[in-house]
């Protein structure tokens, strides 16, 4: 079993930066990815983010070169920091993971392939 926590959401003015953190316990070593997704009221949950265990990154189309996404060395503490931020940028940030080592064609691996997820943290950014 795998406990995710993120913390970090707040309301900012579009432009602004914050960071988010989850952190992970439990069995994590068999857990290869860790992503963030982000769920925008009436909207479908999409991928944000996601590294995998050696450290390759991968970012949607929508926040490629704002966000960044990194673990500390222990990879118990996942980040996504978020700059420049828009309106539509605002939603509620999940922290997942993932067992799957090896993924080709999209970006994110489906839902259905992400075993864990933690609580959600809320991001809102105000034009």
């Known amino acids: 079993q795998v406990y995710l926590v993120e913390s970090g959401g707040d309301s900012v003015q579009a432009g602004g930066s914050l960071t988010l953190s989850c952190v992970a316990s439990?069995?994590?070593?068999?857990?290869?990815?860790m992503g963030w997704f982000r769920q925008a009221p009436g909207k479908e949950r999409e991928g944000v983010a996601r590294i995998d265990k050696e450290g390759s990154r991968r970012y949607s189309d929508s926040v490629k070169g704002r966000f960044t996404i990194s673990q500390d060395d222990a990879k118990v503490t996942l980040y996504l920091q978020m700059n420049n931020l828009k309106p539509e940028d605002t939603a509620m940030y999940y922290c997942?993971?993932?067992?799957?080592?090896?993924?080709?064609?999209?970006?994110?691996?489906?839902?259905?392939?992400?075993?864990?997820w933690g609580q959600g943290t809320q991001v809102t950014v105000s034009s």
């Open positions: 997942a993971a993932s067992s799957v080592r090896s993924w080709v064609g999209s970006v994110f691996p489906p839902e259905n392939e992400w075993n864990y």
């Open positions: 439990g069995y994590t070593n068999g857990q290869y990815l």
